[in-house]
């Protein structure tokens, strides 16, 4: 990443951690019947922390999953998805993004307007459920969002094809509020890498305040990435391809780049990439924290998204339990705090601090994929 002032990445202090409680109550493990059997304090102990530091979860695939169904309530519940404000409330998450991705198949116009129904969808569902959800575009935005007692919703990951390789394109898509673009599949972030118009797009994209998803992009793609932009980049959905051989996993050195990068390595909840049991998951979760720091790990759902997940976290209910699994290995609770908000909040704020510095450096880019790579 290009070099920034210094207290462009500096992490925002944890407050109130000193002031949580441990909890000796015996309470019942809902997942006593498994092999996983936390005991009643850290599960007390992570309950009383996603309180003052919920998650953030980085991805969900809730639109196209509602698209089948003819009728929903998020704020009753919905036994046919993963994913409902009872289950997120419960669960301690206080903000997630909402995918936008599209089928395989869907190209050009074709994903243009799919993605532009997506994006009415997810505002008429918010719209709709205005009690326990509401739209955030900023970190401001989120945590006004969470003192109300919501949960933001953000606008992305959607994919490179939505673009149509037209930056106005991608200027409108951020005009109604997409927040994060996914690199992969795109004609110029191949597997050689990112190509001139490719550079470009990532200009463009640090001028708006619209965060790179690298999940699932070559190799090659992630170093150029990395190196060109002024903004922290994400993978929404990678854990450590040393712990499990998955394509969308990040090898060490990798994941080594992000952490020096100040990224941001959000860790599925599935059980291809992480593996069949909650123990797996905080396996991929150390394995990052150690190599690219406590500062560039988050967590990624997966709900809703067409994948199994472990056993012990079949939807965002099990995120206390996780966390209790973490405080257990050890880990700080200021760590744990980076990783369900700080971090999030922090890729958030150093976005739109990158986007309003570039918006008085440089013009909206009208350069044309036939220009420059032509």
């Known amino acids: ?9 500096a992490t925002p202090g944890v407050d109130g951690l000193d002031d949580l409680d441990e909890l000796g109550e015996l309470v019942e493990d809902p997942f006593a019947a498994t092999p996983y059997t936390p005991d009643a304090a850290p599960l007390e102990r992570a309950r009383a922390l996603l309180a003052a530091h919920p998650v953030a979860d980085g991805y969900c695939g809730l639109p196209w999953a509602l698209r089948r169904l003819p009728w929903y309530d998020l704020e009753l519940g919905e036994s046919d998805l993963d994913t409902d404000v009872p289950r997120l409330r419960e669960g301690g998450v206080g903000a997630v993004f909402w995918s936008l991705h599209l089928p395989e198949g869907l190209a050009g116009d074709r994903a243009v307007g799919a993605t532009l129904e997506q994006l009415d969808l997810v505002r008429t569902v918010v719209a709709a459920h205005p009690e326990g959800l509401r739209l955030a575009h900023t970190a401001g935005e989120v945590a006004d969002v969470r003192y109300c007692g919501r949960v933001a919703v953000l606008l992305g990951p959607a994919g490179a094809g939505a673009l149509g390789d037209s930056l106005g394109i991608l200027r409108s898509l951020h005009a109604l509020g997409l927040r994060v673009l996914t690199l992969s599949g795109a004609s110029w972030a191949s597997e050689a890498g990112l190509t001139r118009f ?60 992000l952490g020096a990068a100040k990224g941001l390595c959000l860790v599925p909840m599935t059980a291809e990439q992480t593996g069949p049991s909650l123990r797996d998951v905080a396996d991929h979760l150390d394995h990052v924290r150690a190599l690219a720091g406590p500062e560039c790990v988050g967590l990624s759902g997966t709900y809703d998204a067409g994948t199994a997940h472990p056993r012990e976290l079949p939807d965002a209910t099990g995120y206390p339990h996780l966390i209790a699994e973490l405080l257990r290995r050890g880990w700080p609770e200021s760590d744990v705090a980076l990783l369900t908000w700080g971090n ?14 570039a918006r008085q450096r440089r013009a909206p880019s009208t350069a044309r994929i036939a220009e420059l790579d032509g």
Request: proline share 5%; net charge neutral.
């Open 1 to 9: 990443m290009a070099d920034l002032q210094d207290d462009l990445h």
């Open 198 to 257: 490719g550079e470009e797009v990532i200009r463009e994209m640090n001028r708006l305040g619209v965060i790179a998803d690298l999940s699932g992009a070559s190799e090659q793609t992630v170093r150029r990435a990395l190196a060109a932009s002024r903004a922290p980049v994400l993978c929404a959905r990678s854990a450590a391809r040393a712990l499990r051989p998955h394509p969308a996993n990040l090898p060490d050195d990798l994941l080594a780049g």
């Open 344 to 357: 999030i909040q922090r890729v958030l704020r150093t976005a739109d601090f990158t986007a309003r510095a």
